[in-house]
């Protein structure tokens, strides 16, 4: 357990708006993800952090931006919030050298 | 293009019975799998893993099988209880040099009934 809490845990917003979602970590793990989890499509991988400000993109990757200039927090960015951005967004966080990654509540993010 | 299967969207089983959870890759890059279990509302758990120089892992009531040549992991459960009722997915990470990344499943929903 990483110790990863995330905020807000729900959030309704309208298309167009920013978004910015937190990930605080308290365990000072190296490497932070953002995954979104959709129906039919299990977790897949928006961002990801190898270290304070060193991020990369991962495969659904498209309208969202992140930022690390903590190691414990990482931040997602909806930039223009659309109606397809509607899921549930997990952060997660793991070890250097390690393959686990534990996982924080996740944030319900609606779109309208 | 789906780099890890999970063709059995739900499963039931009886308590005390064995459950067996399947996953199919198609990536051979992949050395290192994880299994994790998610309850509504919560964030995944890690739940065990394994390399690819072994073929099984347990942890108690869980023990989880790989077979590289057929590209397929399986996770056991037993016996199963009523409070395993949850989505299991499997995960894969091939060796990319920086920070691991997983390539998940899209899980199973396993329900234990009484």
């Known amino acids: 357990d990483a110790g990863i809490t995330q905020s807000p845990r729900h959030k309704v917003t309208e298309t167009g708006t920013p978004v910015t979602l937190r990930c605080h970590q308290t365990e000072n793990h190296r490497y932070m993800y953002w995954y979104r989890q959709d129906p039919g499509h299990g977790l897949r991988l928006i961002h990801y952090s190898y270290g304070v400000k060193d991020t990369d993109k991962g495969e659904v990757s498209d309208g969202y931006s992140v930022s690390r200039s903590k190691t414990e927090d990482f931040l997602l960015t909806l930039e223009s919030a659309t109606s397809s951005q509607t899921s549930v967004y997990f952060c997660a966080a793991a070890r250097q050298g390690t393959e686990t990654q534990y996982f924080g509540p996740g944030t319900r993010l609606l779109v309208l | 293009d789906q780099q890890v299967k999970q063709n059995s969207p739900s499963l039931s089983v009886q308590e005390g019975r064995i459950s067996i959870l399947n996953c199919d890759y198609t990536?051979?890059?992949?050395?290192?799998f994880l299994w994790y279990k998610k309850y509504p509302a919560e964030g995944p758990t890690f739940l065990i893993s394994i390399s690819s120089i072994k073929d099984k892992n347990e942890d108690g009531r869980f023990t989880v099988f790989l077979n590289k040549s057929a590209k397929h992991l399986s996770l056991h459960i037993v016996p199963s209880q009523p409070g395993d009722s949850a989505v299991y997915f499997c995960?894969?990470?091939?060796?990319?040099?920086?920070?691991?990344?997983?390539?998940f499943g899209t899980g199973t929903r396993l329900q234990v009934t009484l």
């Open positions: 990536n051979s890059m992949f050395d290192y």
């Open positions: 995960a894969a990470s091939a060796p990319t040099g920086t920070a691991s990344k997983l390539t």
